[in-house]
């Protein structure tokens, strides 16, 4: 979220996205593509080797762990959110940068291995140091 705010996308956007991630890989246990706000479990949906569960233990279950998994996914929300406003009352937030946000120089094409390990990685730096004696 800092990275965004420092970049101008907005720090809301990817709280959405964080809260989406973290629901789908941490509570959930899929990709976040195959993932949504409700998981439907059906009691018959079994592996043809395993018996059909019974209703008395498949509902119960199954709304514990939807009312546990909720309680979860609030605490989350409320510990983002609240770091997203103490990240908008941070008149410096714009300013944060790491090395990720830090631009490319010169000395990085040779410093670094992903721009030296494999023959594509030095063509493509060969190319930016052209490009920039260039212009």
Known sequence: MRRADATGIGAGKI????????????????HPLQGGYLRRKYRK??????PIESPFVFYPAFLYD?????????????????????LKRDPNAVHYTDAALAPVLDE???SFEMFSSTAAARDAAAKVRHLVKIQ
């Open 15 to 30: 709280l959405l996205l964080l809260l989406w991630y973290y629901g789908c890989i941490v509570l959930e246990k899929v």
């Open 45 to 50: 949906d079994r592996r043809p080797t395993l």
């Open 66 to 86: 939807l009312v546990s998994k909720h309680i979860r996914l609030g605490w989350s929300i409320w510990r983002f959110v609240r770091f997203r406003r103490a």
């Open 108 to 110: 990085d094409l040779d």
